[in-house]
C-alpha cells in the first residue's frame, strides 16, 4: 500500500462518504494521482472503469484491488486524445456498466525539455492530451448525462465531472518565461517540464436540462510534486 492509498483509506473511515450505486470513470487510472481515484471510489461503493494507454498489468492490479474491496471494475485501453478511442471507450463502459455518473478526466503527461529547445511535437502532444483529452471525456459524459436523464435514487446531479491536471500556474509568453529567454538559469528551470506541477480538481456537477456549473475546489491531490494533500478529496468532489 503506499502513501496515497493509506490517506484514502483514513479519510473514508473519517467521512463515511458513499457513491454506492454510482458509476465512474477515471482515465490514467493505472498508476498514480487515477489509481488513487479509482481506488478511492470504490472504497466509497462506485463501480469503476480503469482508463490506461500504456501499462497493462498495472492497470489490471487496479482492477483486481477494486474487485478485492467488492465493488465491480472493469479495463479499457483507450488514448484520451484520440475521438474515436474516447467513444469506444464510454460505449464500452456504458455496455458494462448501464450508465456513467462520475467522469474523472484525469489523464495527463509532461515532455521535458528546455524552453528554447522544445519542440512543436512536444508542445502539441501535452496539448493533446492533458487539454483536448479533458475537452472529448467532458463532452462525451455530458452527452451520456444527457441521454439517461436523472437517477435520483443514485444521486441528485444529473452527473459529475472532475477535472484535473498537472500544469504550471504560469502562461507561455509570461515574466518567468521571458526572463528565462534572457538567460537566467533558475528561471528557466519553471518551463522545463511542460505538463508538471500541481493537480486541482474542480468539479462540475451537470442538473437538469445539462446546465454545468462549477462547484468549489475541492482540494489538492498528492502527486509527489509541489503541494499535496488528501487523495480522498475526489471522492468528496463526486459526493
Sequence with gaps: ??????????????????????????????????????IAMAEAGASVVVNYVNGDDEAHAVADQIVGFGSRAIVCRADVSNECQVADMFE?????????????????????????????????????????????????????????????????ALGKIICMSSVRS??????RELRSIQGRRNDADEVDRPGAGTARHPRQRI???????????????????LRSADAAGAVQAAW
Excluded at 455496455?95 to 522544445?118: H, K, S, Y
Excluded at 479533458?134 to 443514485?154: D, I, K, Y
Design 1 to 38: 500500500m503506499d502513501i496515497r492509498e493509506s490517506k484514502i483509506m483514513r479519510h473514508q473511515a473519517f467521512t463515511g462518504l458513499s457513491l454506492a450505486g454510482q458509476k465512474a470513470l477515471i482515465t490514467g487510472a493505472n498508476s498514480g494521482i487515477g489509481k488513487a481515484v479509482a
Design 170 to 175: 504560469h502562461s507561455v509568453g509570461g515574466s
Design 92 to 156: 464500452e463502459a456504458c455496455t458494462a456498466f448501464g450508465t456513467l455518473d462520475i467522469v474523472v478526466a484525469n489523464a495527463g503527461l509532461q515532455r521535458d525539455a528546455p524552453f528554447a529547445e522544445m519542440t512543436l511535437a512536444q508542445w502539441n502532444t501535452v496539448l493533446n492530451v492533458n487539454l483536448t483529452g479533458q475537452f472529448l471525456c467532458a463532452r462525451a459524459a455530458v452527452r451520456e448525462f444527457l441521454r439517461r436523464g436523472r437517477r435520483t435514487h443514485v444521486s441528485r
Design 207 to 225: 442538473g437538469s436540462g445539462g446546465d454545468a456549473r462549477p462547484d468549489q475546489h475541492s482540494g489538492l491531490v498528492d502527486t509527489g510534486g
